[in-house]
């Protein structure tokens, strides 16, 4: 079984419509991240955790939240979704260490008509 | 973090070596330089990472100037497999672990 799980894979949806992205690990790491990345470009930071009570803006955090439900849970919520937010969206986690390698899951492919 | 520059595409026959270069003139003493590759979409999978000394594993060797202004990713034999985007990564000790991704160089391999 995968350590990083995201679900769902695929998502079509309408704008102005609430989406919530979910990711689970079984790897025991207490930092998660999410991620989104648009057709041809590099990867970019949406919101970071560090444990249960910690949440952190990332580079791009306008138009989403996320929850911290529990160590292995890291949820990304699109309150109102947008067309600009069709993405490809990726969750990763890591170890403690700031010098630790990321992992990540499969990652989801959201459409906002 | 340092910015990083690397050429967009690269190709390489089968077998051969692939030597994918990375510029990141800025770096600074406490950065390290992490390489990651992704195939077709799917996620980042780290590869190697280090600080100053050449580094090597199952997958890869990293060799970094003295200087460490740039640094090589060497894949010593590649597979058709290997084709993918990889990505130079440099990041602080003290960082958030947070991983600022460029564009990428796409590294084709052909039979």
């Known amino acids: 079984d995968a350590d990083v799980t995201q679900t769902p894979r695929n998502r079509i949806t309408k704008t102005g419509k609430r989406i919530m992205l979910e990711c689970s690990q079984t790897?025991?790491?207490?930092?998660m991240y999410w991620y989104r990345q648009d057709p041809g470009l590099g990867l970019r930071l949406i919101y970071y955790?560090?444990?249960?009570?910690?949440?952190n803006k990332g580079e791009i955090s306008d138009g989403y939240s996320v929850s911290r439900q529990a160590q292995a849970k890291f949820s990304l919520s699109l309150e109102s979704a947008i067309p600009n937010q069709t993405a490809l969206y990726f969750c990763?986690?890591?170890?403690?260490?700031?010098?630790?390698?990321?992992?990540f899951g499969p990652g989801t492919r959201l459409t906002v008509l | 973090d340092a910015k990083t520059t690397q050429p967009p595409s690269m190709d390489c026959a089968e077998g051969r070596a692939a030597n994918l270069p990375c510029n990141h003139s800025?770096?600074?003493?406490?950065?390290?330089v992490y390489w990651y590759r992704q195939i077709h979409s799917q996620g980042p999978q780290y590869i190697i990472h280090?600080?100053?000394n050449n580094e090597t594993n199952e997958m890869a060797s990293l060799i970094i100037t003295e200087d460490r202004k740039s640094s090589t990713l060497i894949l010593p034999h590649a597979t058709l497999r290997d084709t993918a985007v990889y990505y130079c990564?440099?990041?602080?000790?003290?960082?958030?672990?947070?991983?600022?991704f460029g564009q990428g160089t796409t590294l084709q391999v052909k039979p």
């Open positions: 990763a986690t890591s170890v403690g260490s700031g010098r630790g390698e990321q992992f």
């Open positions: 790897k025991g790491h207490d930092r």
């Open positions: 955790s560090f444990d249960v009570k910690d949440i």
């Open positions: 800025t770096i600074s003493g406490n950065e390290y």
């Open positions: 280090g600080l100053k």
């Open positions: 990564i440099v990041r602080s000790s003290s960082n958030t672990g947070k991983l600022i």
